[in-house]
Every structure is written in structure tokens, then in C-alpha cells.
Nanobody, 118 residues
Framework: QVQLVESGGGLVQPGGSLRLSCAAAGIHFNSNAMDWYRQVPGKQREVVAAITVLGSTNYTDSVKGRFTISGDSAKNTVYLQMNSLKPEDTAVYYC????????????WGQGTQVTVSS
């Protein structure tokens, strides 16, 4: 059973930082690409950052230079370091991965709220 558990969200002032964590069970992130999505009410969920099994990373344009995705193999945890936060970064952030079997199965965490406000 694959489980993803996010933590680290909260309220932060503009310009501040937060680090989100995604603890994985049932998979190992060294064998699975993983990514972070975010969603605001009334809008589609959008991918924010992704990391491949080889450690390559990609970011959506709006967070490049401010967010960093990384992983800790020993803790089987993926992180999203968010710096220079802006009010438009306010959203629920989700950890996500997928496994191909007979069909593709997608797995999501429960989400963690990030609010950037003064």
C-alpha cells in the first residue's frame, strides 16, 4: 500500500520560507519519480516541481529560483524548500507519484495548506 504524508505547511509572511516534507511508504523515491502539485479553490491542480529517479529536477516558471525539490533516501522523504514566498503561492500543496502496472496508478498525499499573507 502506497502512502504519502505531507507536512510543513502553515502561515508565513511574504518573503518568508517554508519547507514541505513528503514521507513515502510502500515505495522508494529512488525508484519512483515524484512531484509536488498545488491547488487553489476554483482552479486546476498544477505541478510545481518534479524530481526524477536520476535526481533531475524541473520547476514551473513561477517558482524557478525560489523553490527547490530534493530527496533524502535514508528517510524516504521528498522535500520542497520554498523561499521568497509570495501571496500567489498560497494553495494546498500535494505530494504525488505514480506506478505503472497493468494500468497507471496515481498516488496523492492528503495535502498541506500554505498561506502567504501579512
Amino acid at each position: 500500500q502506497v502512502q504519502l504524508v505531507e507536512s510543513g505547511g502553515g502561515l508565513v509572511q511574504p518573503g518568508g520560507s517554508l519547507r514541505l516534507s513528503c514521507a513515502a511508504a510502500g515505495i522508494h523515491f529512488n525508484s519512483n519519480a515524484m512531484d509536488w502539485y498545488r491547488q487553489v479553490p476554483g482552479k486546476q491542480r498544477e505541478v510545481v516541481a518534479a524530481i526524477t529517479v536520476l535526481g533531475s529536477t524541473n520547476y514551473t516558471d513561477s517558482v524557478k529560483g525560489r523553490f527547490t525539490i530534493s530527496g533524502d533516501s535514508a528517510k524516504n522523504t521528498v522535500y520542497l524548500q520554498m523561499n521568497s514566498l509570495k501571496p500567489e503561492d498560497t494553495a494546498v500543496y500535494y505530494c504525488h507519484t505514480w506506478i505503472y502496472g497493468v494500468v497507471r496508478n496515481d498516488y496523492w498525499g492528503q495535502g498541506t495548506q500554505v498561506t502567504v499573507s501579512s
